[in-house]
């Protein structure tokens, strides 16, 4: 793993951080707290002597010294007290964040019009099965990722990189996109026309359709400008399923792997370039957006 990767990799980060302010925190509580009580119980009685001592000389002594001494005595050393303070904090970050929920942040236009360029989106970690940290190796089977999920996913060319794309096909299934309208296992999906979308950005309209298939209802986008035909897609792992000519495609999604696309179909690098998202490389089911800083309206869950 290159140095980028691991500083781009947030999991891993907060994965070292917990082991180091967790080995600190055990260490202080077992082992460097004792020998700190200790040390300060014999210099506390060495102390008690003195002052006892004193007073048999009739010296009047400070009786608040002693417990500002045994304070001082037994006190955290700055590095240990931030570290035993932080270490609850992180490692619940880290659990959230490795188990139960995600945050992501949309960095293109691949799923509009369902999400849009700066949603800040959740994303939960244990729908499709409970996965080790890092690694990302499914321990517990749940749920298999449906037709019509929005899915994150380690990109299969850069496993450092998240993608956000739409579970179209699942193992076993045979996928048709002809002239830009999609088929699953011979069954053709159904298309509602909506008015045209405009690209505020780019003061641009593209075709707007509801799609509709089993287990799923979302809206797409189709630019007229652009070909029915894949242009020059990758030769990926398990190729030999799929088909191309200039109508557009057909692939049978092998066992284990899923195909997924954007919703922004003309302006979506999905598998129909690159291949197959392997069930290891899953990361989770986005379902809610929780801000977006331009437009606060958007915050809810999404279709």
Not at 169 to 185: F, T, W
């Given at each position: 793993m ?7 990799n947030f ?6 951080l ?6 600190v ?6 082992y ?8 300060a119980?014999l210099?506390l ?5 003195r002052?006892?001592k004193?007073r ?16 001082e005595?037994?006190r ?9 303070s ?10 959230l964040?490795?188990f139960?929920?995600e945050?992501f ?7 509009v ?6 949603d800040?989106i959740l994303?939960?970690k244990?729908t499709?099965?409970?996965?080790l940290?890092i ?5 517990i089977?749940l ?5 019509g999920?929005v ?7 850069d ?8 579970v179209i ?7 048709e996109y002809k002239n830009k ?5 011979g069954k053709?999906v159904s298309?509602e ?11 641009s309209y593209?075709?707007?359709y509801r799609e ?14 652009a070909?029915?035909?894949v242009?020059n897609?990758?030769?990926?792992p ?6 191309y000519n200039l ?5 049978t999604?092998?066992?284990g792997q ?10 979506s690098l999905?598998?129909r370039?690159?291949g197959?998202?392997?069930?290891q490389n899953i990361v989770?089911k ?5 801000m977006?800083?331009?437009?606060p ?7």
């Amino acid at each position: 793993m290159t140095l980028q990767a691991i500083l781009g990799n947030f999991a891993l980060i907060l994965f070292v951080l917990t082991v180091a302010t967790g080995i600190v925190w055990v260490l202080d509580i077992f082992y460097l707290a004792p020998q700190r009580r200790r040390r300060a119980t014999l210099a506390l009685a060495d102390y008690d002597a003195r002052q006892a001592k004193l007073r048999s000389e009739g010296i009047k002594v400070d009786q608040g010294e002693r417990s500002r001494l045994e304070a001082e005595l037994v006190r955290q050393p700055t590095w240990i007290e931030y570290s035993g303070s932080f270490f609850p904090v992180i490692a619940l970050v880290f659990f959230l964040r490795s188990f139960l929920y995600e945050p992501f942040k949309i960095p293109s236009s691949s799923m509009v019009p369902t999400l849009e360029i700066g949603d800040l989106i959740l994303v939960n970690k244990f729908t499709y099965g409970i996965r080790l940290p890092i690694i990302n190796k499914k321990i517990i089977e749940l749920n298999n990722p449906e037709r019509g999920d929005v899915m994150v996913f380690k990109y299969p060319k850069d496993m450092s990189l998240d993608y956000i794309k739409r579970v179209i096909g699942v193992p076993g299934d045979k996928i048709e996109y002809k002239n830009k309208r999609l088929s699953i296992n011979g069954k053709a999906v159904s298309y509602e026309q909506l008015p045209d979308y405009l690209d505020e950005e780019h003061l641009s309209y593209s075709k707007h359709y509801r799609e509709r298939f089993e287990g799923s209802e979302h809206r797409i986008l189709n630019d007229e400008r652009a070909p029915s035909y894949v242009q020059n897609p990758d030769p990926f792992p398990g190729r030999e399923n799929c088909t191309y000519n200039l109508e557009g495609f057909s692939c049978t999604v092998p066992a284990g792997q899923y195909f997924v696309m954007g919703d922004n179909r003309d302006n979506s690098l999905d598998s129909r370039y690159w291949g197959f998202v392997p069930d290891q490389n899953i990361v989770g089911k986005a379902f809610f957006i929780w801000m977006n800083l331009g437009n606060p309206g958007r915050i809810g869950g999404f279709e």
